[in-house]
């Protein structure tokens, strides 16, 4: 079969003729259901560049002659070949319109000679050697008139208008089979073979943030574990290793299988176990996974631990380990150590590290965990309570969902023994069922800092900015408040839940605000504040669903209505207006378009950018 190749964006295609697909568009005047009269097989797609794809009764003829058979008849204004892209499944058609770029002082006149050689029409002039053309039923295909205008003397460029499917990124909730084990991200109440009844909404709301990024994550954030007993073999790890690194043997070779060391597995997974199909799913399940194997009280060590991490781009260190004995209290160049990684990571804004308080019941935090520059986790239940073996302390920042009424379902190493004074799989599971013999319950704080590194990791995907610091302020700000209001100060703060549960949608609802709101505030030279200009406009409520192309933000009304104007204008969508406070002045926000899916705001700001304009597609939920 013949092929074709034609420019397109910034390089080429090469074409094959599709062997069953044809567009049709239908005459308006003159219908007629051609389905019914046994011209058309099936019908495949309803509308592509402006065509209905279809499959035609060929009945013993060329698919090229019936084609032309079908282009007779008056019912059908225009027909065409369907196409793909050499090595696409995507189904491609030319919509009759050829984008034309003729060499500079090439006059009109000379234009329409080019034009009326291969029976062209004027659609569009948009500068004086740049126009819009289609084909008429007198011309040939348009991508072959293309290839020919390309090589005709006073055309620069020619361009065919071809239209195909794109993807639209719709949240699609992980499907893992032990999801529905997973009350911590999302808790209904129950867990499907758990003997005793939850409290409903009392979990880390990840399954929201999720739906609010609608995805799970960025897969650029990496979160480093430091821990021991890593199993780079499991399956919801295994192709998420990055840059791993073992203190012990000073090398990327990870020791494995010594059953004292098992504890990183787990650890981990909870943080950012992979969304495949398979068993669980982690709270940032697209973040990649740098274990540092090897914790030690060490000064070497903890600085070489926290050095690797900065210099190898992680962006959050969860750290489920400590200690509260007195006789081992951390050593100011330890201190610093860890400061270090807190301010100077993340190329200045530093990495975002998640310490757990420790399981000793204690009124005071692991000495690790009060460092002014991590976030301290502690723990909460199922039941939105304290978890009895949380220590306590004032230097908490926040509590997340783990054991103490249900336990946390995690991976677990290939070499794990379990606990050994139990029997059987009481060894794995709380209650003897097995749900897995790569996974086990798990809890403690140890289970409470991975989460909250993972709900990090989904901040930071919504808002990469953010400094440590302002990650850490955010979990505090968004937290939900649990236990009884006497337990907390007149700042908010508990010393058995911080500044309360976290509350990974809120907080990223928070990340997302703050990226908006300190872009650049964008003036435009042409100023109408003043009176200068008349505006007819319409104005009515828009509810906050949906999706749209933000293009700035504006501190000057008459810079809102100038640019809404051009903007109306160019991409002809309606403009959405944002009125908000933002550092003490209103400011507006102006959104092009209100669609139902993001797919459609996607393709839209493909056209802005091309355009030379910029913007990003913005959930319009966001703004309620």
């Given amino acids: 079969m013949s092929k074709l190749t034609i420019k397109s964006g910034k390089g080429k295609l090469t074409l094959r003729k599709s062997k069953s697909l044809v567009g049709l568009k239908s005459s308006k005047s003159k219908k007629k259901?051609?389905?019914?009269?046994?011209?058309?097989k099936e019908k495949v797609l309803p509308h592509l560049g402006g065509f209905e794809v279809v499959k035609l009764n060929k009945k013993g003829t060329s698919l090229d002659e019936k084609l032309d058979e079908v282009r007779k008849l008056d019912e059908v204004e225009l027909g065409t070949h369907v196409y793909y892209a050499e090595g696409s499944k995507r189904p491609l058609v030319p919509t009759g319109e050829i984008f034309i770029v003729f060499h500079e002082n090439t006059n009109e006149e000379e234009q329409k000679i080019v034009l009326d050689?291969?029976?062209?029409?004027?659609?569009?002039?948009?500068?004086?050697?740049?126009?819009?053309a289609k084909v008429t039923a007198q011309s040939s295909n348009p991508i072959k008139v293309a290839n020919a205008l390309e090589n005709f003397a006073l055309v620069k460029m020619a361009e065919p208008d071809l239209d195909t499917l794109l993807d639209e990124y719709p949240f699609i909730s992980p499907h893992d089979e032990l999801l529905n084990h997973q009350w911590h991200l999302q808790n209904d109440g129950f867990v499907i073979d758990a003997p005793r009844s939850l409290k409903k909404g009392a979990d880390a709301k990840v399954i929201d943030a999720w739906k609010r990024l609608e995805g799970t994550g960025s897969d650029e954030v990496v979160i480093a574990v430091i821990d021991n007993g890593f199993d780079l073999t499991h399956p919801d790890l295994k192709d998420k290793v990055y840059k791993p690194y073992d203190l012990w043997t000073k090398s990327s070779e990870l020791i494995q299988g010594d059953p004292n060391f098992t504890h990183g597995t787990p650890c981990a997974s909870v943080a950012l176990a992979a969304s495949n199909g398979a068993g669980i799913v982690g709270a940032a399940p697209n973040a990649k996974f740098m274990p540092v194997s090897g914790t030690s009280y060490s000064l070497r060590a903890t600085e070489e631990m926290f050095d690797y991490c900065v210099k190898n781009d992680a962006d959050v260190i969860s750290c489920s380990w400590g200690t509260t004995d007195p006789a081992?209290?951390?050593?100011p160049m330890k201190e610093e150590a860890i400061t270090k990684a807190a301010r100077k990571g993340r190329q200045g804004k530093g990495c975002v590290i998640v310490y757990a308080v420790g399981n000793e019941s204690e009124d005071f935090v692991s000495f690790y965990s009060a460092h002014p520059d991590v976030i301290a986790v502690g723990a909460c239940t199922s039941q939105d309570e304290h978890a009895i073996y949380s220590n306590k302390g004032r230097e908490i920042d926040i509590v997340a969902p783990s054991n103490g009424d249900w336990p946390i379902t995690a991976a677990r190493a290939w070499w794990d023994n379990g606990i050994s004074w139990q029997i059987g799989e009481k060894r794995f599971w709380y209650d003897g069922l097995s749900r897995g013999n790569r996974y086990k319950h798990f809890g403690g704080t140890s289970s409470a800092a991975p989460l909250v590194a993972g709900i990090c990791a989904l901040v930071l995907s919504a808002n990469p900015d953010l400094t440590a610091s302002e990650v850490k302020e955010i979990l505090r700000k968004t937290a939900d408040k649990i236990g009884h209001p006497s337990e907390y100060d007149v700042l908010g703060h508990s010393r058995k839940y911080g500044y309360g549960r976290v509350n990974a949608d809120r907080a990223v609802a928070e990340a997302i605000r703050r990226r908006d709101d300190f872009l650049p505030v964008t003036e435009v030279e042409d100023t109408v504040s003043h009176g200068e200009g008349l505006f007819r406009f319409s104005v009515e409520r828009q509810k906050a669903e949906?999706?749209?192309?933000?293009?700035?933000?504006?501190?000057?009304?008459?810079?809102?209505?100038?640019?809404?104007?051009?903007?109306?204008?160019?991409?002809?969508?309606?403009?959405l207006v944002h009125i908000n406070e933002m550092q003490g002045r209103t400011v507006y926000r102006l959104i092009v378009g209100a669609f139902d899916s993001a797919g459609k705001a996607i393709r839209l700001k493909e056209d802005i950018v091309e355009a030379g304009y910029n913007g990003f597609v913005r959930n319009l939920k966001d703004l309620a």
Wanted: aromatic share 10%.
């Fill in 33 to 40: 259901d051609l389905e019914k009269e046994n011209l058309i």
């Fill in 117 to 132: 050689e291969y029976k062209l029409e004027l659609v569009e002039r948009r500068e004086p050697n740049r126009i819009i």
């Fill in 546 to 575: 949906g999706y749209g192309v933000q293009m700035g933000i504006f501190a000057d009304y008459g810079n809102v209505l100038k640019n809404a104007e051009r903007l109306q204008t160019r991409f002809q969508q309606p403009i």
């Fill in 328 to 331: 081992f209290d951390l050593s």
